[in-house]
């Protein structure tokens, strides 16, 4: 199998300084099936990266592979590496647990725990051996995930008492309370109404100044509202029927929007996809 | 061309049959509640049947006196105690035990053949006659294959300090500890009918387990491990306490029926006539059932037809608690999503 995509793309670096994440030539399968082609990408450092493409072209299974979430799912296996603070994440010395619990991640449909709210937030705390008060811990999180105002007379009433958008600033919330160093979020409103959304573009703007953050979104006027880069994945158009997803093009999201290098960007951007 | 003729027709081309389908609804609107009043017809013409029987006769007698040789004063005192005495340790033994199966099956056991083979060998084990575990229960733990006995060779090996009597075999103190007094074989102790029930039981505590387990959304999983959670602590912060009302209700619904099962226990020796009280877990015991169908085969019609019926009516008055604490235990641990 010539596994190395001869498809066009283009792509930026940054300075070793600047780069948090750097995924080098990975090529991801489910069950031995290839879904994810030769994606390379480099993430900035308390930025904002937005993950863009049409449904179906890999960006869960990008995202997810940030901090080996992937491990979970039968028949998962990666080839190549992503590197993080030098090491590279999937290097069989490294214990998937301990980067979970620096990269955190914000999921599609909001999960809280079947708990109260505070428990929500105190779990990861309680498990990494938080050292410090946890009330202030959890009050922190909630005033950071911009939810405490509405819940801080209610902290030990159960979290599905929250409406949807609630809950996803809640498990925001459960996300951050154990400081990691990049939040990973995968299409994190895609479930909510306009206004829940724009409260957690919002958020994510404040948490920025904390966190790097890479987030999914099908939605392209969210990813130019956000994010400060863009990485747009499509189907290799040369094997439509294999549905191998590849990065086509990265760059500052101003520039992919306003002046993308690639014909197949623009056509997707300006919805002229298909 | 032909398309569009038969599109161009609009709705004359459906016949209207609402009202012959609204007649099917109803048609099969009835059947379904003959159904369930035949079940429920059923049931109550029994119950009141043996409540006619058998209510006058449970009276204190019943629960303070053992069998008796006078209607007038037979009881069942040591069939109660031993029911529940069973029954408390089919729960202590089968709940650790069909619990951790579930999970290592659910969570950890790789997709091969091997589990693949136990999967189906549980299925097949729930639907074993129980008279077959009784069989088992009785060489494995009544018995222990004679290894115990007298003369065996791991007897004489190990030269091992045999007793002879009714609870014969090697009785010894685990750990030098009075209260962990360890009777090999077992022979016909309560420990061994526990044991046999849980065989019985396994396979459907197991069952329920790993559907309770099952139904734990896969989305709260991926939310411990996102917080840098091992495995266990998922399991054992998130998954459990999802699953455990399910757990508790598969675990009582068991235990309902092993407290209705006679043949096993018979098989394994449990006595028909026991006028004591047990003392310790190894000892001799009889149970509800045994004592009903005791009852039943002697001629007189007071021990045939009404203690019969009153044991009945405790047997079903101690299964309805049962599932009345199943329900209050569902509906308190109970997750509102
Ligand atoms: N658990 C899985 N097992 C097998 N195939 C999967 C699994 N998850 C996703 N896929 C496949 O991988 C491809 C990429 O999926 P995904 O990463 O979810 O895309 P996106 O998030 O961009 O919509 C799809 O073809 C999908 O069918
Ligand atoms: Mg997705």
Redesign the pocket.
């Known amino acids: 199998m010539n596994l190395v995509s001869n498809i066009q793309s283009y792509s930026i670096n940054f300075h070793e300084n600047a780069t948090i994440i750097r995924a080098n030539q990975l090529n991801i399968f489910?069950?031995g099936?290839l879904?994810?082609e030769n994606f390379s990408l480099q993430v900035p450092k308390n930025k904002i990266t937005a993950l863009i493409?049409p449904?179906?072209?890999?960006?869960?299974?990008?995202i997810r592979s940030f901090n080996r979430m992937n491990d979970i799912?039968p028949?998962?296996s990666l080839q190549g590496e992503i590197k993080y603070q030098g090491k590279n994440i999937y290097s069989s010395l490294e214990d998937p647990v301990r980067i979970r619990r620096q990269i955190g991640m914000v999921f599609q449909k909001p999960n809280p725990f079947p708990k109260s709210i505070y428990e929500n937030v105190a779990f990861g705390a309680r498990i990494n051996k938080y050292q410090g008060n946890l009330d202030e811990l959890v009050e922190y999180s909630l005033i950071q995930a911009a939810l405490w105002d509405e819940v801080k007379d209610k902290l030990k009433e159960s979290a599905y008492a929250l409406s949807g958008g609630q809950q996803q600033r809640l498990c925001i919330a459960r996300a951050i309370a154990i400081s990691p160093d990049i939040l990973l979020m995968d299409e994190p409103a895609s479930a909510l109404d306009p206004i829940a959304t724009l409260k957690i573009e919002e958020l994510m703007w404040e948490l920025k100044e904390k966190y790097t953050i890479v987030v999914?979104t099908h939605n392209m006027q969210q990813a130019s509202r956000v994010s400060d880069y863009t990485a747009f994945?499509s189907l290799d158009r040369e094997k439509i029927d294999a549905?191998v997803?590849v990065l086509i093009e990265f760059d500052e999201t101003t520039k992919l929007f306003t002046n993308p290098k690639l014909k197949e960007t623009e056509d997707y951007i300006t919805g002229r996809f298909g | 061309m032909q398309i569009q003729n038969t599109l161009s027709k609009g709705k004359e081309i459906y016949k209207d049959n609402i009202s012959s389908r609204n007649r099917a609804e109803k048609i099969f609107n009835i059947l379904l509640l003959f159904s369930v009043l035949f079940g429920l017809l059923m049931l109550t013409v029994l119950l009141i049947d043996i409540a006619v029987e058998g209510f006058s006769w449970v009276r204190p007698e019943l629960f303070e006196n053992y069998h008796s040789r006078k209607p007038e004063n037979a009881g069942m005192k040591s069939a109660i105690a031993g029911s529940l005495i069973v029954i408390g340790l089919t729960g202590l033994f089968s709940f650790p035990i069909g619990v951790g199966a579930a999970i290592y099956l659910e969570e950890y056991a790789p997709q091969n053949k091997l589990t693949g083979f136990i999967n189906l060998n549980i299925n097949n084990l729930a639907g074993v006659p129980s008279i077959v575990y009784g069989m088992l229960g009785l060489v494995v733990f009544g018995r222990m294959f004679d290894l115990f006995k007298e003369g065996s060779f791991l007897v004489e090996f190990l030269k091992i300090p045999i007793e002879s009597g009714a609870i014969g075999g090697w009785n010894f103190n685990l750990f030098g500890l009075p209260w962990l007094e360890i009777h090999l074989p077992f022979g016909r102790s309560m420990v061994a009918g526990a044991l046999t029930m849980t065989l019985l039981i396994l396979p459907v505590v197991i069952i329920a387990a790993r559907e309770a387990i099952r139904a734990v959304p896969p989305s709260i999983r991926e939310g411990g491990y996102a917080l840098g959670t091992t495995k266990w602590h998922v399991i054992k912060s998130l998954v459990l306490p999802i699953a455990f009302p399910g757990i508790l209700t598969g675990m009582i619904l068991s235990l309902s029926r092993a407290i209705g099962e006679t043949a096993p226990l018979i098989i394994m020796g449990a006595f028909t006539y026991v006028p004591f009280l047990p003392k310790s877990v190894w000892d001799q015991f009889t149970v509800i059932p045994i004592q009903i169908y005791n009852w039943i085969t002697l001629p007189q019609t007071e021990y045939r037809v009404h203690l019969a019926a009153a044991g009945i009516l405790v047997l079903l008055l101690i299964l309805f608690l049962m599932n009345g604490i199943a329900i209050y235990l569902r509906k308190k641990y109970e997750i509102k999503w």
């Open positions: 489910y069950s099936k879904v994810v493409g449904s179906g072209c890999g960006k869960s299974t990008v799912i028949g998962f999914v994945m549905r997803g």
